[in-house]
């Protein structure tokens, strides 16, 4: 009995071949019916459970990890796994071209390096032609920029003057974007274009450069030559209102603002003759004897005068003064000039003879400031010329609220309104204006809106005068030409119609602006022109007038097709 409990007892602590592990030594012949093959010693419960809860933490280690990857992370990884295959580059759009009437680029894009993308590789540049004069009228563009980083904070051309600004939404384009994959090393496995770029338009513009070169180099040799300080000059075709030449003297590069060079930036600004300034629709100037020959139509038509009636120049009329009656006030002509009907006072400019008709005198009747002031504005002057996006300046006509408002307490007088019929006192006007009235002188009485855009559709309204009355005017500026004060624009191969002017400026009326106006062929008028020169030394003898003879000899050498007379 005792010798059955133990055997019990060591059978109990024994292992089976199934509970135990194998001894590799014996694994090959393992018999059961050898103690060899069984373990002496069993493990542990203990261990088993030590072993058992590191495995379980194992696992449930690992399965939190995968479901913080696949589920609660999945998306951001799989987000930034493609980010970082998928590179986007912009690829910026061409934008549109700027062309003179005859097809010249003025503005254009050159590549400067072999790619167009943003990853620095290449740029585009904006370039401009290096035609002379076109400057104010082309503008420039601002580039796009990056920061330090290299991410582009402006990503297309910003047009910031001129046309460049005024057409900024037809000459941008719309950028695109490249996708670039690649590889666990960086190299590039392909490449697409995911939204291709769309190019600005191109837009072609009434502008001749070749003309605006020539007036704008006629213009900068008097300027210097007579020591002006400045000028400006406008040519337009009198049937459709196209500009065919604008140009202002001194004027900036567009190439080297468009590159954005400080140095060039503070050099223009600090210089005192104002290059940035477009002098044709923003420069104000007094228009002086130029608004004779519209004086006269109204006095014609409003019928205070007519053409044949003749006033006497003796240099001066007196207006009796009623505070003091010896010392009468005196207006002078700037010459004796005699007698003179309508034309022969426009040619020769007789001061007296538009004092009288403008604000009367003696027994001859004035228009008065009220009408003057209408027939003024209805040739354009005192409002804005109307160039879409350029002129904002619309000047000043003077009349008694004008006076009140600027000089308050002084009453107004007839002198105020003789100097203003004759273009002095406050009134003011832009080349643009002039141009203007000009050429619905020539046209015979459309005021057209002034365009750069070739191929426009003509817009204007009626000045309001007698074709009879304006043929008078016509006629009085071409005999300026041929027998008056016009005479330096005679030339053997144009007939034209001019009218000068000179208004006194600076405190002591000291300089002296200097125009010229007119059309040509005089036959059948196909352009007007206005030319200004500022600030020349009061007295200068050559001005405005041989300006515009050197134009007219450089048209006649270089492009004589504009002078011929059309059936």
Excluded: C
């Excluded at 002057?381 to 308050?408: C, H, R």
């Excluded at 208004?503 to 002591?508: E, R």
Aim: aromatic share 10%.
């Amino acid at each position: 009995m005792a010798w059955f409990r133990h055997s019990a007892k060591r059978r109990s602590q024994e292992i089976a071949p199934d509970e135990i592990f194998l001894d590799s030594s014996n694994l090959p012949a393992y018999d059961t019916l050898h103690f060899e093959g069984r373990l002496e010693k069993p493990i542990r419960r203990q261990t088993l459970a030590v072993v058992g809860g590191v495995v379980a933490l194992l696992f449930f280690a690992f399965g939190t990890r995968a479901w913080n990857l696949m589920f609660t992370n999945g998306i951001a990884y799989a987000t930034q796994a493609a980010e970082n295959q998928l590179t986007e580059q912009l690829l910026f759009a061409d934008r549109g071209a700027l062309k003179d009437r005859a097809g010249v680029e003025l503005a254009y894009n050159n590549v400067r390096a072999a790619s167009t993308t943003a990853s620095g590789a290449g740029a585009v540049v904006r370039a401009y032609s290096a035609y002379r004069g076109v400057a104010h009228m082309v503008g420039y563009t601002k580039p796009p920029a990056k920061d330090a980083s290299g991410v582009y904070y402006q990503t297309s051309f910003v047009g910031i003057d001129g046309a460049e600004r005024v057409f900024d939404g037809i000459l941008s384009g719309k950028n695109g974007r490249i996708l670039t994959e690649t590889d666990a090393r960086g190299t590039i496995v392909s490449q697409s274009a995911e939204d291709p770029p769309i190019a600005g338009s191109t837009l072609q513009l009434s502008i001749d450069a070749g003309v605006t070169q020539g007036l704008y180099d006629a213009i900068a040799a008097r300027v210097s030559g007579s020591h002006f300080q400045a000028g400006a000059g406008v040519l337009m075709d009198v049937d459709t209102g196209e500009l065919l030449a604008l140009t202002s003297y001194p004027e900036y590069t567009s190439q080297t603002l468009s590159e954005g060079s400080a140095e060039a930036l503070a050099m223009l600004t600090e210089d005192k003759r104002e290059p940035f300034l477009n002098r044709v629709v923003d420069g104000l100037y007094a228009p002086g004897s130029i608004v004779k020959p519209f004086v006269g139509v109204a006095a014609l038509d409003e019928g205070v005068i007519d053409e044949h009636k003749q006033i006497l120049s003796t240099g001066s009329i007196s207006i009796p003064n009623p505070y003091d009656e010896a010392h009468p006030t005196v207006f002078k002509d700037w010459r004796v000039n005699g007698w003179a009907d309508m034309r022969r006072a426009i040619a020769v400019s007789s001061d007296i003879y538009f004092y009288e008709v403008g604000g009367g005198f003696e027994g001859q009747p004035g228009l008065g400031i009220d009408r003057l002031g209408q027939w003024l504005r209805a040739f354009g002057f005192g409002e804005d010329a109307g160039l879409l996006g350029f002129s904002s300046q619309a000047g000043a006509i003077p009349s008694p609220a004008w006076k009140e408002a600027t000089f308050p307490g002084d009453p107004w007088r007839i002198g105020n309104t003789y100097h203003t019929a004759i273009g002095q006192y406050g009134m003011q006007t832009t080349p643009l204006q002039a141009v203007r009235a000009t050429a619905a002188l020539a046209n015979d009485g459309h005021l057209l809106t002034p365009t750069i855009v070739a191929s426009s559709t003509p817009y204007s309204r009626r000045v309001g005068a007698s074709s009879e009355a304006m043929q008078v005017a016509r006629e009085g500026m071409r005999l300026g030409v041929t027998e008056g004060i016009a005479s330096a624009v005679n030339t053997p191969y144009v007939s034209v119609a001019a009218k000068t002017g000179t208004a006194q400026v600076g405190v002591k009326n000291e300089y002296m602006n200097s125009w010229m106006i007119g059309f040509f062929p005089y036959e059948h008028p196909r352009y007007a022109y206005a030319v200004v020169l500022e600030r020349g030394p009061a007295g200068t003898a050559v001005g405005a007038s041989a300006a515009v003879r050197a134009f007219l000899d450089w048209l006649n050498a270089n492009a004589p097709q504009y002078l011929e007379v059309l059936p």
